[in-house]
């Protein structure tokens, strides 16, 4: 659905800005070893108000294991 497309585009976004930290701080990006990008959406079942973030965001992870 829309909120498991969204939460996998913030997972996607997390990676990206990691990526950017660390060449920002000169080191290479390269090196990273990503090990679990996931993405993960729980909360209230979709009512059709997308428009209401507040109630839906909350409740979309992204979480990443770097070594």
Known sequence: GTNENLSRQRMEDARK???????AKGK???LLK?????SLVQGPR???DYQNTEKY??????KLKVR
């Open 17 to 23: 800005r990691l990526v950017e930290a660390v060449t």
């Open 28 to 30: 290479d990006a390269n």
């Open 34 to 38: 990503l090990e679990a990008v996931n």
């Open 46 to 48: 979709y009512a059709g």
């Open 57 to 62: 965001g909350k409740f979309q992870y992204a």
